[in-house]
Structures are given as C-alpha cells and as structure tokens.
C-alpha cells in the first residue's frame, strides 16, 4: 500500500516539457489589464479573511463548513463555474486549450482551479472537504512575495510555504469529513504581486496516489 502524502510536499519542476506548458498560462499575466474580466472580491476584506478569527471560525464550524472558500480576491478562468460567465469566449476558449494539454501530460481529467491574483489577492480559509482529492497545485508568482498557509492535521502547527519567483509546484492530500479529522487540510493565501493558480486532482481511490507519485517523479525528472 502506497504511503499517503501528507500534508504537503515542494517539488521542483525540472520537466521543461511540462514547464512549457505551464508558461502557456502567463498568457493571463500578459493580458492582466483586460477590462472583460471580471476581478472578484475586494482586498480590502484580506487581512479578515486570512487572519486568526475567520480561520478559527471556520474550523469550529466542523462539517457544517462545506469546503469552499467564503472570500477570495481573484480573476477566475475555469469554466463551468458561474463566476466565468463573467468572461469573454476567447479567454474561455485559450483556457479550454493550454488546461487540455496539462490534463494530457499531468494524465487527469479534472481541474480543480485556475484563478489569477492581482496584488492584494487571496483566498479564505478552507478546507477543500468538498473536493477530497490527491492534487497538484502549481503556482507562478511575479516576484515572489505571497504565501500558501495550512494547518498540520497532525501538529496543529500552522505552516508558511513561502511563494518563489516563478513557478513552483505543490502535492497533497486534502482529506474528506468522512476520514480522520487530521486528513482536513485547512488552508490559506494571499500575495502582495500578481499570482496565478492553477490545481489538478485525482481522485480518492488508493490508486490515484500511485498515479500522482508517477507524475510527480515525471515533474522532477529532468
């Protein structure tokens, strides 16, 4: 039986190949000044929703939080989801082409997120309960200077994974309410330069860890 990953591994992307198709995203960097797209949220309401009070409300709320982010501050480009109604064809149409290439080479089906970060950008405390997958979650950063916050199910211990210029990648388990509470991946971020997002995950069956080691070893490999 496959070891589980937890919480939260760094891999360092050597592959060039899939590097190549990941610099396809920056085409929503490039663009960032479009005026037909929508920008959710407000910064304003940032410090709030990444802070201790909202994280502690969110994690007393147990089951009753169903996963999903209460408050971000993004742009949005994955489709079938209302808040890409929001967005022109041709930027739905280049999302459908480059994310169709990553599920190729990354072998999913499923895009979990694709979401664009101005500076002051975040998303709230969650837990992806709704979502229990083994993921990948890739992410560029302009200069550097935003995070990725989660909770240790085991230790309690709120950990920082500091954003790097470039694209960096993480892997990880986010467990369902159905599992051990310690497999609940509470988790945070927010950025002070542009940011883009973009997550893919497998699913639940022990199989899929398997899948997700081979891909990983894939994205390290040079």
């Given at each position: 039986?496959?070891?589980?990953?937890?919480?939260?591994?760094?891999?360092?992307?050597?592959?060039?190949?899939?590097?190549?198709?990941?610099?396809?995203?920056?085409?929503?960097?490039?663009?960032?000044?479009?005026?037909?797209?929508?920008?959710?949220?407000?910064?304003?309401?940032r410090k709030h929703f990444i802070g201790d009070s909202h994280k502690e409300t969110i994690i007393s709320m147990g089951r009753k939080h169903d996963g999903f982010p209460e408050s971000g501050h993004y742009y949005n480009f994955k489709p079938q989801n209302?808040?890409?109604?929001?967005?022109?064809?041709?930027?739905?149409?280049?999302?459908?082409?480059?994310?169709?290439?990553?599920?190729?080479?990354?072998?999913?089906?499923h895009n979990a997120l694709c979401v664009m970060y101005p500076p002051g950008g975040y998303i709230s405390w969650h837990n992806n309960a709704n979502a229990s997958a083994y993921n990948l979650v890739f992410t560029w950063s302009e200069t550097g200077n935003g995070y990725f916050k989660y909770i240790d199910g085991e230790t309690k211990?709120?950990?920082?994974?500091q954003d790097v210029s470039g694209w960096q990648c993480k892997a990880s388990y986010f467990g369902a309410y159905d599992e051990p509470a310690h497999k609940l991946v509470y988790h945070t971020a927010s950025t002070d330069c542009w940011r883009i997002t973009v997550s893919y995950i497998f699913n639940r069956e022990e199989l899929s860890l398997g899948i997700q080691e081979d891909v990983i070893e894939e994205i390290k490999s040079k």
């Open positions: 039986m496959h070891k589980k990953i937890n919480p939260m591994l760094d891999i360092p992307i050597n592959n060039t190949d899939i590097l190549e198709s990941l610099n396809k995203f920056l085409w929503f960097y490039d663009n960032k000044n479009n005026s037909d797209w929508k920008l959710w949220g407000r910064s304003k309401d209302e808040t890409t109604s929001f967005m022109p064809s041709e930027t739905i149409q280049y999302y459908n082409t480059i994310n169709s290439e990553m599920q190729e080479k990354l072998c999913t089906k211990e709120e950990i920082v994974m």
